[in-house]
């Protein structure tokens, strides 16, 4: 075997459209070209602009929290443009008529990589961005406890998102879903490279996704400012905690189960091969338990971002806090008691899905909680219907039919019926669309300005939150109808003139959510270019609840120039209130930031050479890879020079000029909230 | 990972004197907790085995058949006593021991570590020769990998033993390779427990 492993000219994305041309290999060649072309133009830009410099002193060798955050949201804007384009292209395939432009094994890419991107390197990326930016801020910390790991854990992910992306330019991704059920995906029945894609992208982001977690728990336990006691953290905070630790339990069976699969297929072990004593159920049980903690992974940071938005914009401090965080906690002890409701059909005996379908149901008590916290919090209040609220509100209605159909599927005897439906496809979009996504997009909305110190653009933020109400509604309740007319998920192309009406709509739905997509993009443009006029460098442009609100905007690289005091739990709401325009400083002592390094993203270029070499069974250059990864480990654990400081004396600067900012800066009233007039903290505070 | 400590925030601020004691002690918990994840990846491998022993024999051998506790016996052995001379190594670190006793009961300890590897090792190319790889059935497959997976990690701590060795001369008994030694340690007991699961699951329990 060459040094290139099983790589070949036909793996390269154009000569499959000159070989066999056909609109479908024609959209792939496009598709790889999109890659190829989009990586060059960037690179122009980058040259023409002179930006590569800056690009690496303050990105990409950062190890700011803030930054990393910033890095993981457009890694997820950036796939999330992919996700949504391929959903766009199977609604098209489904209308066209039968058997469509895409041929069957295109089609199964299609859902394949959508799937995968839409978990791993959308859902994921984005909310560890969020809780990257604003965890630390919330509990009055300057960092993540490990900076170092955390550019790690960034790197990692951006080299498995790399790989799929690669999987449109080299080689093929693979066929089977994004849960890529062995036999199917063993060697003998999905022989080239695409599964062995699926397992390395996953294995890159997974093993990040767990240093993350770590680095989320450990922050949390050991860097909370002194006083805040666990009940006196934010809800954002507490939804992070327990995220982290799903993540750090939750993460693991992955890993095990796709490195078995990846045994099974490449020494041809047999953990999960249909003969010499396989057992493929063990994948699904291993996947599974790893699968639905990860939708409460992706969850439950979504919910802590509503429970901040809700308050602010409500004017009214959370409803029922206790009874909230109990409520996050219970969803994650339960979250590891429910996983055999993903195959309730493949063969356990009913008592055991009788068990499971009740331990199903039972989360949705807990969730049902926060939903009346969510709704009393907003009862008389004086609401103000900004993008990221719009968000928050579009959920909660979305949200509670998605729980309701949820309900119903965890019912053994009715999951049978509609078990590989479209009606599950719907279900499960419409759990993560408004669960998910929407959380994120409130969260951007809502804490955009802590990172670059403007507001963005309401007016466009307002139209593509409607974009992507009517869009999803459009485009998944005649998922659901269909669904329960027996139409099946994953499958190229529809014979039953039925369907037909309703996925025309569904089309449109499509498109419309694209057309959201689209307005958030002309969102960003436009603030940007707007930036002067919706500059807020006082801070706290929302009448905010949070001590991340008392920073000024953009929050400096320290983040806080003395430790607040933790008084209460809110004490930026009580500083407000006492007539205060920034809190008292503590003490003002030199500290330590982490210096910036380009050893992480090293370590992610290696990781990822790595990998890719398993992929294409380049054994010398895995090996090498391999190697080179802790090398350079090894280097940076000769470097003990890590940190530099910053006086005392900086930060009392830092903290007079913010000072003297707010003051000069004049006070506004609350309905001057989304005007230009908004140049940061305003000073209505109601109770 | 050990170089990612930092002592930013409320920890350092609140007590300059005492930062890198509360660095140490951080860095210790997160690997706990990085232990912990580890935990689940051998209970799966664990779970799977119990699996594959009884459903996943198919042509090959039964354990019954292919282990003798002799061995095995020998393996434990080194590695408990290897365990006890670690204790033994941080102790007296902890006492204020001299560095080159330190290193002593270290190389004492990565001695064992590889005896056990070694003897390990010496069992796999028997199974190995008589033509019980782990292509054979789903039960070997297990088999080589929970065993394999615990060796993958003994190797690892031999390793990262004799790098921290060679770390020591060049940096002195500091802080920084203090609490590096005590994070290997934590790994090497860690090993340890995970051996007697793995001894009694599947040697005594496959025997009898």
Not at chain 1, 158 to 163: H, K, S, V, W
Not at chain 1, 447 to 475: H, N, Q, T, V
Request: contains cysteine.
């Amino acid at each position: 075997m060459s040094i290139l492993g099983s790589l070949d000219w036909n793996d390269i994305f154009i000569v499959p459209f000159f070989t066999d041309p056909s609109l479908s290999t024609g959209i792939a060649a496009g598709a790889g070209g999109i890659v190829v072309l989009g990586a060059l133009a960037v690179m122009v830009l980058l040259t023409v602009k002179g930006w590569w410099k800056p690009l690496w002193s303050n990105w990409i060798t950062t190890l700011d929290h803030k930054k990393i955050g910033v890095i993981y949201i457009v890694l997820a804007l950036i796939m999330l443009i992919r996700g949504v384009l391929e959903a766009v292209v199977m609604r098209a395939q489904q209308v066209s008529p039968a058997p469509g432009f895409l041929s069957v094994e295109h089609h199964a890419e299609l859902f394949s990589t959508h799937g995968t991107i839409m978990i791993f390197f959308v859902a994921m990326p984005f909310l560890t961005g969020v809780i990257n930016v604003v965890m630390p801020l919330q509990i009055g910390a300057r960092d993540m406890e490990f900076p170092f790991m955390n550019a790690v854990s960034l790197w990692l992910s951006i080299g498995g998102a790399a790989l799929v992306m690669a999987s449109l330019v080299v080689g093929h991704f693979e066929t089977g879903g994004w849960t890529a059920y062995p036999p199917y995906t063993g060697i003998k029945l999905s022989p080239n490279e695409g599964v062995d894609y699926w397992i390395w992208s996953l294995g890159l982001t997974s093993v990040g996704s767990t240093l993350s977690g770590i680095n989320f728990l450990v922050t949390i336990y050991k860097q909370r400012a002194p006083g805040m006691k666990l009940f006196d953290m934010s809800i954002f905070a507490w939804a992070t905690l327990c995220t982290a630790i799903l993540m750090i339990f939750a993460m693991m069976p992955l890993t095990v189960a796709s490195l078995m699969l990846a045994l099974d297929r490449q020494a041809g072990f047999h953990f999960f091969t249909a003969t010499q004593g396989g057992n493929m159920m063990n994948f699904a049980n291993m996947f599974w338990l790893f699968g639905h903690p990860e939708v409460y992974i992706l969850i439950l940071p979504a919910f802590g971002v509503f429970s901040e938005v809700i308050p602010t914009f409500s004017g009214k401090k959370i409803y029922g806090y206790t009874s909230l965080v109990w409520a996050t906690i219970a969803i994650a002890v339960l979250s590891f008691t429910v996983w055999v409701h993903h195959f309730f059909t493949m063969g356990q005996t009913a008592h055991l899905n009788a068990i499971f379908g009740i331990a199903t149901m039972t989360i949705g008590v807990p969730t049902g909680v926060k939903v009346f916290n969510w709704m009393l919090t907003m009862w008389r209040g004086k609401l103000r219907f900004s993008t990221a609220m719009l968000f928050s509100t579009g959920f909660i209605f979305t949200f509670v039919i998605g729980g309701i159909t949820g309900v119903m599927l965890a019912n053994p005897t009715i999951d049978f019926a509609t078990h590989n439906s479209l009606f599950l496809v719907a279900h499960f979009h419409n759990m993560l669309i408004p669960g998910l996504l929407f959380g994120m997009f409130a969260a951007v909305n809502y804490w955009f300005p802590l990172c670059f110190g403007f507001r963005l653009d309401e007016k466009w933020g307002r139209r593509s939150f409607w974009l992507w109400m009517i869009g999803f509604y459009g485009a998944f309740m005649p998922l659901y109808a269909i669904g329960l007319m027996g139409a099946p998920r994953r499958m190229a192309f529809f014979t039953e003139p039925a369907y037909f009406p309703w996925l025309v709509i569904a089309m449109l739905g499509a498109l419309c959510v694209l057309a959201g997509l689209t307005a958030q993009i002309i969102q960003v443009w436009v603030s940007v270019k707007n930036r002067e006029s919706l500059m807020v460098p006082a801070g706290d442009p929302w009448d905010g609840r949070g001590i991340e609100w008392s920073l000024g905007c953009p929050v400096p690289e320290y983040d806080f120039s003395t430790i607040p005091a933790m008084t209460s739990r809110e004490p930026w709401v009580d500083a407000k209130e006492a007539g205060k325009r920034v809190m008292d400083p503590t003490e003002f002592v030199d500290i330590h930031l982490p210096k910036p390094t380009g050893m992480p993203f090293l370590v992610g270029l290696v990781a990822t050479l790595f990998a890719f070499a398993m992929i294409f069974q380049m054994w010398l250059i895995a090996a090498v890879g391999f190697v080179a990864m802790w090398v350079l480990v090894l280097i940076r654990s000769y470097d003990t020079d890590w940190e530099e400081t910053v006086t005392a004396e900086e930060l009392r600067e830092g903290y007079e000029a913010h000072k003297r900012l707010v003051e000069t800066t004049p006070q506004i009233r609350l309905d001057d909230e989304f005007t230009t007039k908004n140049r940061g903290l305003i000073m209505e505070t109601q109770v | 990972m050990s170089a990612t400590m930092s002592n930013t925030g409320a920890a350092h601020a609140a007590s300059h004197d005492h930062g890198h004691h509360d660095k140490t002690g951080t860095v210790i918990f997160g690997f706990w907790i990085f232990l912990m994840s580890d935990l689940i990846a051998f209970s799966l491998m664990i779970a799977n085995y119990a699996d594959a022993e009884w459903h996943g024999i198919a042509n090959g051998p039964s354990p019954h058949e292919l282990f003798s506790l002799g061995l095995p016996t020998i393996e434990t052995m080194a590695l408990l006593i290897s365990t006890f001379t670690f204790g033994i190594c941080t102790l007296g670190m902890k006492y204020g021991a001299s560095m080159k006793r330190t290193v002593g009961w270290l190389v004492v300890t990565l001695a064992l570590g590889a005896i056990f590897l070694g003897i390990e090792l010496y069992e796999f190319h028997e199974f190995w020769t008589e033509g019980n790889t782990p292509q054979v059935s789903g039960f070997l497959t297990a088999y080589y990998s929970l065993v394999g997976l615990h060796g993958l990690h003994v190797t690892s701590g031999i390793i990262w033993g004799i790098l921290l060795m060679v770390q020591m001369k060049t940096f002195g008994m500091n802080d920084l390779i203090k609490s590096r030694l005590v994070r290997l340690g934590l790994f090497w007991h860690m090993l340890d427990i995970v051996w007697i699961a793995l001894f009694t699951k599947v040697y005594l329990m496959g025997v009898l």
